[in-house]
């Protein structure tokens, strides 16, 4: 045992920890956490608001931020994702300043979704919903792919401005096609491409922000990783994912900031 090691060696030594007493325990005291047990990160822009600059250390507008590890990427740097599975959701509101925070309900494909009236400020009101509101998203969950291979799952949603960019990214994956053994074409599965993540800034009339630049980075070669992301889309798909929405200011999402 590494802390009989420690007092052969002395009160104060310290044991050279071995790799391999952690694989001896792998998954001890996480295997057994369900989905109400987890929060998967989601993967967001930093806008020039967001609240997350007054705490992070040389992030700036632009880079990319996982909610989770509170890691930060440069957005020109990007990141590799594999897009596991995708929904489309409509998200109800309560008027800023009340509520939890949390949805007011989500709806799905198959779901009744309240009338609603455009605002002046261009979001979609329900109708006699006392100032709430639905934003329609489009959620994508992906595989970050980590330079030494290493994963982790996480959730991209993207709304307003950046809606479009889902509508060619899942257009892109569609058009995909591949050669069987005899020669035959055939469209690949979602998640058998690696796709770069990247921000780039944008504006119209309105103002500013940075939103997401995606490009295909390579084909999946290797069978392990492409095992993971087949699991995850399979566990997505059997509604064994937890998402908990939180709503963001207007300044910390992906609106625009004014000029």
């Known amino acids: 045992m590494a802390t009989q ?4 060696n002395g009160k104060n030594a310290v044991a050279k920890m071995d790799a391999d007493l952690f694989a001896a325990d792998a998954g001890v005291g996480v ?3 369900g989905s109400e047990d987890l929060a998967i990160p989601f993967l967001k822009v930093l806008q020039k608001m967001s609240d997350e600059l007054d705490d992070l250390e040389d992030a700036k507008a632009g880079d990319i931020y996982n909610t989770v590890t509170k890691e930060v990427v440069k957005g020109k740097d990007g990141v590799r994702v594999i897009n596991c599975a995708y929904d489309l959701r ?7 300043g009340s509520g939890t925070g949390a949805p007011f309900a989500i709806y799905g494909a198959g779901d009744t979704i309240p009338k609603t009236e455009r605002g002046d400020d261009n979001k979609d009101y329900v109708v006699d919903g006392g100032g709430r509101y639905l934003e329609r998203t489009a959620q994508h969950y992906v595989l970050i792919v980590d330079g030494d291979g290493m994963t982790q799952q996480a959730l991209l949603p993207m709304k307003s ?6 509508k060619q990214w899942n257009s892109a994956m569609r058009a995909l ?3 069987d053994a005899k020669g035959a074409l055939f469209t690949p599965p979602r998640f058998s491409h690696i796709w770069r993540l990247e921000t780039v800034p944008e504006e119209n009339k309105n103002g500013s922000w940075h939103g997401w630049q995606i490009s295909k980075d390579s084909q999946i070669t290797d069978a392990n990783l492409y095992g993971e992301a087949k699991l995850f889309a399979e566990t997505i798909q059997a509604g064994k994912v937890n998402v908990q929405h939180q709503r963001e200011d207007d300044s910390t999402s992906d609106e625009v900031t004014p000029f």
């Open 90 to 96: 409509y998200i109800e509101w309560e008027p800023r």
């Open 31 to 33: 295997n057994d956490l």
């Open 161 to 166: 401005t950046q809606f479009k960019k889902s």
């Open 5 to 8: 090691v420690a007092k052969k």
């Open 177 to 179: 096609k591949m050669k």
